[in-house]
């Protein structure tokens, strides 16, 4: 029997707005799901962006408060794409009053603000997504089926890559996301941290790693109003970005593995240059972000001089053919937090959860949390779920 469901958005950035773009999909693409959400609150504090998501949305209720949310009956499940200092206040508070939460990574500014929004969760008994979408894209699923098959063999070796240019430019605005204490880490908690989760997600555990960071823009203006993204703010005072803008890492894994990861907020000429290569004892298996829907693929007994062939995911394969009817139908970022939403929905209809869940945000902040330690002395450094 269908049944709607009240969910509200924390945080109307262009997060928010990507979750809320995922409420309104989510039946196009899964009729069969047995719950609809329905809008009923929006939450930011800058003023007039919550009203404006009325306008554009139809949320039934606008606030700057997100503790009016909490105290709403009529909310039942939350997205909270709010800034990671606020994270852990939002999370557990919502998780107490009985609110299931879709939050976005890295849950929180440390590992313990991750544990923290678990145990809530836990404790409540409500269900706990968490916004590692790179994981839900079908050929990243295959990916994991073909390593998981032994279909390339035992893993060897892999590296992960997330490089951008986000934060390349100089003039870019002095936001919360380079300050300690509202943005915590820097590139670790915001790309290293999904490199982590796929690591895990294709590999299993990791069992120790050893870390190098390195801040190469040193400086940033102040910004003089709101901003959304990564706004410019020439002319601003200037101020001190205070977490890494790099880190390089070695990986080993409990199966024996052994692992690169390696991100990077201001790599001039990348674009969400984001993907792996994971290199077994009788093929290999490459993805590229940018090519979202392929895989590099090398199997068979040659050994030397084996080829790498294009496979194009389709029906089949991971959460695809809620897409599109066959291979190379192109998918894109928004899809994957669709399919997100799908599994969160999916979770709060059945009891059960689906997809990335708060235990998956802890294990990735924990490792996030172990680079940081292992850069300070170059020391080998294992992960404390």
Known sequence: MMRTLGVAVVGFGWMGRVHTRAYARVAHHYPELAVRPRLVAVADEVPGRAERAVELFGFATATRDWREVAADPRVEAV??????????????????????????????????????VAAAAAAAGVQGAVGFNYRNAPAVEAARDLIASGGIGRVAHAR????????????????????????????????????????????????????????????????????AGHARAAGGAP????????????LRFASGARGVLEACRVSVGEQNAYGFEVHGT????????????ELGVSRGTGYRDQPVGTVYVGPGDGEYGAFQPGAANAMGYDDLKVIEAHRFLRSVDEGTPYGTTLDDAVHSAAAVEAMARSAVDGTWVSPRT
């Open 79 to 116: 997205s909270i794409t709010a800034p990671n200092f606020l994270h852990r206040g939002i999370g557990t508070a919502m998780a107490e009053a009985g609110k299931h939460i879709w939050i976005e990574k890295p849950v929180g500014l440390t590992a313990e603000d991750a544990r923290a």
């Open 160 to 227: 992960v890559r997330l490089f951008s240019d986000y934060a390349a430019d100089p003039e870019a605005a002095l936001t919360w996301r380079y300050e300690r204490e509202r943005g915590g880490s820097g590139v670790l908690g915001d790309l290293a941290s999904h490199g982590a989760d796929l690591a895990r997600f294709l590999l299993g555990d990791i069992a120790a790693l050893t870390a190098d960071t390195a801040i190469f823009l040193p400086e940033r203006a102040r910004p003089t109003g709101d901003t």
């Open 239 to 250: 101020g001190r970005v205070e977490n890494e803008d790099y880190v390089g890492c070695l």
């Open 282 to 293: 009788r093929g290999a298996v490459f993805w590229d972000f940018r090519r979202m829907n």
